[in-house]
């Protein structure tokens, strides 16, 4: 089954950063947009921002805008997604998702592929 | 940029149908095509069930559907399943560079 594969659970500490990756196999194109989608425990689906996979563009929520970047390697097929100055209400579960739109005909902002998460947990 | 607003729970019994609200404003859903659904099971990643407010992506039933009306969409399921039994978002561009999701809504399959 076709699937992203993203990097282990994180355990930080408030005030630290945390940087979670995102790998696309061989079979999955990378000329689709990425999001990254976040989910505390118990709480609904929060969109944190998307990057263009050809020249880096990225777009973040407001709430995110200073302390969350996005980027990529395409060398490796790798897409990151680096949260900084977190705190305690930042665990969450952390989704990286394709959008079925492609670098040709731009956005779909349908997200139809999904990474199975990465748990981090902000505790001191 | 709030959340768009879905009813917390909804359910209905085996065979029935339940349909769920996706309310936003004239930025976001009401200005938009771009309107999807996902169905997330305890634990898993979300699944997108559809797309452009009403397009099933291929596997996904028939029994969902789905339609939007200025500043509202639905999603309805019909023919209930056990397996229906699940967490819905719906979510919706917002202009060209963002994206927000409904607050999700709790199907329960009596």
């Known amino acids: 089954q076709m699937q992203l594969v993203q990097s282990g659970a994180e355990v930080k500490k408030p005030g630290a950063s945390v940087k979670v990756s995102c790998k696309a196999p061989?079979?999955?194109?990378?000329?689709?947009?990425m999001h990254w989608v976040r989910q505390a425990p118990g709480q609904g689906l929060e969109w944190m921002g998307i990057?263009?996979?050809?020249?880096?563009?990225?777009s973040y929520a407001q709430k995110f805008q200073g302390r969350v970047t996005v980027t990529r390697d395409t060398s490796t097929r790798t897409f990151y997604m680096e949260l900084s100055s977190l705190i305690s209400e930042d665990t969450a579960v952390y989704y990286c998702?394709?959008?079925?739109?492609?670098?040709?005909?731009?956005?779909?902002?349908?997200?139809?592929?999904w990474g199975r998460g990465t748990l981090v947990i902000v505790s001191s | 940029q709030s959340a768009l607003t879905q009813p917390p729970s909804a359910s209905g019994s085996p065979g029935q149908a339940v349909t769920i609200s996706c309310t936003g404003i004239?930025?976001?859903?009401?200005?938009?095509?771009?309107v999807s659904w996902y169905q997330q099971h305890p634990g898993k990643a979300p699944k997108l069930i559809l797309y452009?407010?009403?397009k099933r992506p291929s596997g996904v039933p028939d029994r969902f559907s789905g339609s939007k009306s200025g500043s509202t969409a639905s999603l309805t399921v019909s023919g209930l399943r056990a397996e229906d039994e699940a967490d819905y978002y719906c979510?919706?561009?917002?202009?060209?560079?963002?994206?927000?999701f409904g607050t999700g809504t709790k199907v329960t399959v009596l």
């Open positions: 452009e407010a009403s």
């Open positions: 998702a394709r959008d079925t739109g492609t670098i040709y005909a731009g956005k779909d902002w349908s997200l139809d592929l």
């Open positions: 979510s919706s561009s917002v202009g060209l560079y963002n994206y927000v």
């Open positions: 990057i263009n996979p050809s020249n880096g563009d990225t």
């Open positions: 004239r930025s976001d859903v009401g200005g938009y095509t771009y």
């Open positions: 061989e079979y999955i194109s990378t000329t689709n947009f």
